[in-house]
């Protein structure tokens, strides 16, 4: 027999229209993803948690190294300080100057056994008293005569300084003499003339001085003359054996023809 019309009808999944499958495919698919959220957050959370007790132990860290940097520092400075403080040495150096004064008194009294040798010479004395008295008055006018003698001594000792001191004058002396050089300017102005120049020789022979005796007129000439007599050199002048200080006067010509 045909079925009724009017008996109830099931539905199976078979014959679900197929709207409602798509809609509980997504309410799947969005309950899926919700969990994936939950879970992703709950990861984050767990891996962010660490850096936490990283930070902790540095500030611990901070703490101590605070704490011992003065506890190192402190003990230092007294060290120092103290080392300098004991110097009693100049105590001892005066203990030892009062042992050293005592012995010099010792030796004094030694020059007293010196004073009965004198009390005892002049006992004898008195009996040759007046023949010493004659003999004393005898010789007394012994030097009375060389105390006359003493003038005539007295200007033969002057006049033998003088004679040192004062260079004898010669006529010749044994010398060889620098020929003096032309200066230049006054060969070109035409300066000529003759410079005499005095010198004095020594015991030994060295030029002892050397001055212008007489000018050439002009004071390039005077020099170059000058400065020829120092560069010369001599021999002693020998005088009854003995060798003695001369002077002598040296002409030195400029001429333009030289």
Same mark, same amino acid.
């Given at each position: 027999?045909?079925?009724?019309? /009017?008996?109830?009808? $099931?539905?199976?999944?078979?014959?679900?229209?197929?709207?409602?499958?798509?809609?509980?495919?997504?309410?799947?698919?969005?309950?899926?993803?919700?969990?994936?959220?939950?879970?992703?957050?709950?990861?984050?959370?767990?891996?962010?948690?660490?850096?936490?007790?990283?930070?902790?132990?540095?500030?611990?860290?901070?703490?101590?190294?605070?704490?011992?940097?003065?506890?190192?520092?402190?003990?230092?400075?007294?060290?120092?300080?103290?080392?300098?403080?004991?110097?009693? *040495?100049? $105590?001892?150096?005066?203990?030892?100057?009062?042992? $050293?004064?005592?012995?010099?008194?010792?030796?004094?009294?030694?020059?007293?056994?010196?004073?009965?040798?004198? +009390?005892?010479?002049?006992?004898?004395?008195?009996?040759?008293?007046?023949?010493?008295?004659?003999?004393?008055?005898?010789?007394?006018?012994?030097?009375?005569?060389?105390?006359?003698?003493?003038?005539?001594?007295?200007?033969?000792?002057?006049?033998?300084?003088?004679?040192?001191?004062?260079?004898?004058?010669?006529? *010749?002396?044994?010398?060889?003499?620098?020929?003096?050089?032309?200066?230049?300017?006054?060969?070109?102005?035409?300066?000529?003339?003759?410079?005499? +120049?005095?010198? +004095?020789?020594?015991?030994?022979?060295?030029?002892?001085? $050397?001055?212008?005796?007489?000018?050439?007129?002009?004071?390039?000439?005077?020099?170059?003359?000058?400065?020829?007599?120092?560069?010369?050199?001599?021999?002693?002048?020998?005088? /009854?054996?003995?060798?003695?200080?001369?002077?002598?006067?040296?002409?030195?010509?400029?001429?333009?023809?030289?």
């Amino acid at each position: 027999m045909p079925p009724s019309l /009017n008996a109830p009808s $099931v539905m199976t999944p078979a014959t679900l229209p197929p709207v409602r499958i798509r809609i509980a495919s997504t309410v799947a698919v969005v309950a899926l993803a919700h969990i994936a959220l939950i879970a992703a957050i709950m990861q984050m959370t767990q891996r962010q948690t660490p850096p936490l007790s990283l930070e902790s132990k540095v500030i611990m860290a901070q703490l101590l190294s605070q704490e011992t940097a003065p506890v190192a520092a402190a003990p230092a400075p007294p060290a120092l300080r103290s080392a300098p403080e004991p110097i009693p *040495h100049p $105590v001892v150096k005066k203990k030892v100057e009062p042992h $050293v004064a005592p012995p010099r008194p010792l030796p004094a009294p030694k020059p007293a056994p010196a004073t009965p040798k004198a +009390v005892t010479s002049p006992e004898p004395a008195p009996t040759a008293a007046p023949a010493q008295e004659s003999a004393s008055s005898q010789p007394a006018k012994a030097p009375e005569q060389p105390a006359a003698q003493s003038p005539a001594a007295g200007p033969a000792s002057s006049r033998e300084t003088l004679a040192i001191a004062a260079p004898k004058a010669v006529p *010749h002396i044994d010398c060889r003499i620098v020929k003096p050089d032309y200066p230049a300017l006054s060969r070109r102005r035409g300066e000529t003339g003759t410079a005499d +120049v005095r010198f +004095v020789v020594g015991a030994t022979g060295t030029i002892e001085s $050397v001055a212008l005796a007489k000018s050439s007129g002009y004071p390039r000439l005077d020099d170059a003359a000058l400065a020829a007599m120092r560069a010369s050199s001599c021999r002693p002048y020998v005088e /009854n054996g003995t060798p003695i200080r001369v002077t002598y006067t040296q002409p030195f010509g400029f001429a333009l023809d030289d």
